[in-house]
């Protein structure tokens, strides 16, 4: 039963609402919300995780898409100052506008698991506003973001995602701890975006081209899936074997290859 039985949860907004408290208190001391924070959540819902965050002392913006949401969630916190409601879609959301100062964001979300990733990319072109991300996602997606070469889950999300940050799997969640309970397991996840780049890339846009095309058809070799780009001698030139699957390329290598493409495009244009 929900908190709210006025609200019937809703699955085109991907909504999946936490009741279990053990589970909400281990998100809230993984987060460790400091007075001091300035947090954003992404879909706050009915507010399961909202009053652990403020319950820190912290200011709050959230992000809430459903209008039926929006009585419950004033009605709840609206009476503190430090709680701030943005109705709309975190999607289209402008992040940067909520910044004063050199403050960065610490943004929250149990995310609505149908937008995740293009949400996650959303928030990753405006990485240098933000201190650390915690996310509830489906625990595949988080074993994909945390996947590193030579993994069964590792491929074009995990290499994007870890070209901008650092990724921490923290834990995983059963279905029985949502109303309604998911179809999956969930997990959480901690992103914090580099201070520097461990490894830049001359131009992003050609890293992502480049990553894409080699993860097309994973089974195969560089050699195949790189050859519209690259040739063997070419990738053999930055120390990678050819005849590799993309699978066994780590990210570091992505990047000498992209780079290399990089200068050959621009070296023909
Ligand atoms: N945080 C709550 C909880 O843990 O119980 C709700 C989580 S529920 C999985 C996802 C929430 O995101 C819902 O409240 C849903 O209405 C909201 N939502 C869905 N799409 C959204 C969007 N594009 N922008 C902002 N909020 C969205």
Redesign the pocket.
Known sequence: MSQFPQHKA?KR???????DAGV?DRIIRSIRPRENDHLV??????????SGLLASGAQLDV????KD?HPILMGQFGFLDRFRLHK??????DFRQLVAGDEKLRVV???????STP?MFHLLEQSDCIEDMHF?LQKEVVLRLAATAGMNHYGRLGIMVQYHCRVEHLFDVGPGA?NPAPKVDSAIVRLVPHATLPHPADDVEVLEILVRDAFNQRRKTLRNTLKALLSAEEIEAEGIDPGTRPEQVDLAGFVRLANRLARKRSASA
């Open positions: 809703r907004f991907g909504q999946n609402f936490l009741h909400i959540e992404i879909g706050p819902g009915q507010g399961a995780i909202t992000v809430e898409l459903d949401l709309g879609d975190a999607l289209k959301f979300g149990n995310l609505p698991y149908n937008i949400l509830m949502f």
